[in-house]
């Protein structure tokens, strides 16, 4: 049975909304994102609970629909279709989906077309199951993110396959994971995620650090911060440099609670970093955000800085 290729219309748009400098092409490995139409969980349902490690039946996981398990088939037959392309790992969840693509080699076909041939055979299959000649079941476009090497490949396969265990913590914690704004405080307003009664804790203490400090100063920073939490004090910081970002690891690793500033802009969708997502659900982690929510990632800049150290200053006095 062949399969329905796009047009060639189809690969220069799927181009211009990719990074247009890179080579999609050249042999690599590239992580895709696919929402399903208007975000409907059609893929399956989560199953388990999100502290289950034991490998049992609790264990967090998708359990896939029929539509679900014909995604799963089709995501493995690129290959057959597309030899150039293999697909390394994939994981579902109700309203999207994650698949790591290996391009082996340049084929001469841009990863638009690709995608595009796998959203319509899923279509075809979709149709198949439930009679409507017209059902869709992706939204429009994708999001892809280049792994340049093996590290960040089992950095995001892991990832990947913790994604349910990540769901369901959101679940069980709505509230932690709800992006809240304007949040006054302190002559400032913010966009929060996470814990807002860390605010009215009673001591809660700023962390700056100069770039300019050496190992030993850091060191012994980070001692007196450590000290201060045992002693109840609430972490405040916009982790910038190097010192503040070893003294916030080493509160988080001990977990004690932390009020994270960011210049980032908060929304519905957003999310703290997994490595800090069970402290969220632990109520440990509040994230503060001075900024508005931007598709760009531009560096932080001085005034951005100074607005966060400010910040961080105000909130803990």
């Known amino acids: ?45 989560l199953a388990g609970r999100s502290d289950a490690t034991t490998g049992s039946a609790d264990e967090p996981r998708l359990v896939l629909s029929p539509i679900g398990r014909e995604v799963a088939e089709e995501w493995a037959s690129i290959s057959i279709f597309y030899p150039g392309f293999i697909p390394k790992a994939l994981q579902l969840m109700p309203d999207h989906l994650h698949g790591i693509l290996f391009v082996t080699h340049d084929t001469g076909l841009h990863l638009g077309r690709i995608v595009n041939s796998f959203k319509l055979g899923c279509n075809r299959r979709l149709r198949q199951l439930s009679g409507d000649a017209t059902a869709t079941l992706w939204s429009r476009g994708y999001n892809d993110r280049i792994l340049y090497n093996d590290i960040k490949l089992e950095t995001w396969v892991a990832y990947l396959l913790d994604n349910p265990r990540r769901l369901l913590l959101k679940r069980e914690h709505p509230s932690l994971f709800t992006t809240r704004h304007e949040i006054k405080r302190a002559g400032h307003t913010f966009a929060a995620l996470g814990n807002l009664l860390l605010l009215d804790y009673p001591m809660k203490l700023p962390v700056q650090c100069s770039r300019h400090l050496s190992n030993e100063e850091i060191a012994k920073k980070c001692k ?17 440099s190097p010192g503040e970002k070893a003294i916030v690891k080493a509160i988080h690793a001990a977990g004690f609670p932390l009020i994270l500033l960011q210049h980032e802009g908060l929304t519905a969708f957003s999310r703290p970093p997994k490595t800090l997502l069970d402290e969220c659900a632990a109520g ?17 800049t001085r005034e951005q800085c100074l607005a966060l150290n400010h910040a961080a200053q105000a909130i803990s006095e």
Do not use: C
């Open 1 to 45: 049975m062949s399969r329905e290729r796009g047009t060639r219309d189809d690969d220069n748009r799927a181009m211009r909304r990719r990074a247009w400098h890179h080579d999609y092409r050249a042999r690599q490995f590239i992580l895709i994102t696919l929402t399903t139409r208007d975000r409907k969980p059609l893929l399956g349902r």
């Open 224 to 240: 007196e911060t450590l000290a201060a939490a045992r002693n109840g004090a609430v972490i405040v910081s916009p982790a910038i």
């Open 284 to 300: 440990h982690l509040l994230l503060l955000s001075l900024g508005e929510p931007s598709t760009r990632h531009a560096p932080i």
